[in-house]
């Protein structure tokens, strides 16, 4: 057994939140769709309303204690350091039947332009799972702390379909090639006025020697649906792991009523 399962079996049993919410996760309802000849599910989660629901503007971040700082962390939380300058965590509100938040040590925000190398060596380093970034307007709800996540393997449709919507895909063996190919991609994408980088979700994992990278450039934060009123409201937010083909949906109501329709507008809208 390696050491991130033990944290997992440690966690589980000493820390009432996480136990009760990964029991949850194996009771949850999932639906799968046909979006344009791809597969794409969705996965009705109420306990991730804390994520989809999360007030993300600059005052609202300035006033709450961050909970990825380890002052401010649930005192049953351990973690694991990588590279020196990260903490693995296990995420106490998960979407994977492993679900991993690795935050940096530091207080420092949510920008991925120095950190594709660490992405790099982490997908490596935990072969199990596939890493994910969700930039400070694309999903991240500590835009203030920087943080990666990871999730079990196997999980996401995009992990084993090489056409998946919206993908910009990098695979190589070498870690210079991918993090030259990522820096042309980010070079070539707009940064948004009063923002630090253009808006994206990154995938990343190693498999057989290989790394694969899927960049999921952004235009929109949140989809119109998020904000209507009445029946069109569909309370979605979209991260990395909803660009790679897993929708979340806190609200029972709207896991009954989403339709492949809806999949296709909001990848098209945001
Ligand atoms: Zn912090």
Redesign the pocket.
């Known amino acids: 057994m390696n050491e991130f399962q033990q944290l997992f079996d440690r966690q589980l049993a000493t820390w009432e939140l996480a136990r009760s919410n990964y029991a949850a996760l194996a009771q949850v309802k999932m639906k799968t769709f046909d979006v344009d000849g791809h597969t794409c599910k969705v996965q009705f989660n109420p306990a991730r309303i804390v994520s989809s629901a999360a007030k993300v503007d600059a005052q609202s971040i300035r006033e709450r204690a961050?909970f990825?700082?380890a002052a401010n962390r649930p005192a049953e939380q351990r973690g694991i350091p990588f590279n020196g300058r990260y903490e693995i965590l296990v995420n106490p509100y998960p979407i994977f039947p492993r679900h991993l938040t690795v935050p940096a040590v530091e207080?420092t925000p949510q920008r991925c332009a120095d950190r594709i190398e660490d992405m790099l060596d982490l997908a490596k380093l935990l072969d199990e799972y596939v890493i994910f970034y969700n930039g400070p307007k694309c999903g991240a709800s500590a835009p203030?702390?920087f943080h990666f996540q990871a999730g079990s393997k196997g999980f996401l449709p995009v992990e084993s379909d090489r056409t998946f919507p919206n993908t910009i895909r990098i695979e190589s063996e070498y870690a210079q090639e991918v993090v030259a190919q990522f820096r042309q991609i980010y070079r070539s994408l707009p940064v948004p006025a009063g923002e630090a980088e253009p808006m994206l979700n990154i995938l990343a994992w190693f498999e057989r020697g290989k790394w694969t990278v899927c960049v999921f450039p952004r235009k929109k934060h949140r989809p119109a649906c998020y904000f209507a009123e009445g029946e069109a409201n569909l309370l979605i937010s979209p991260a990395s792991v909803d660009m790679g083909g897993v929708f979340i949906t806190p609200l029972e109501k709207d896991f009954q009523k989403i339709t492949a329709a809806d999949i296709a507008a909001i990848w098209k809208e945001i």
């Open positions: 961050c990825l700082c207080h203030d702390h």
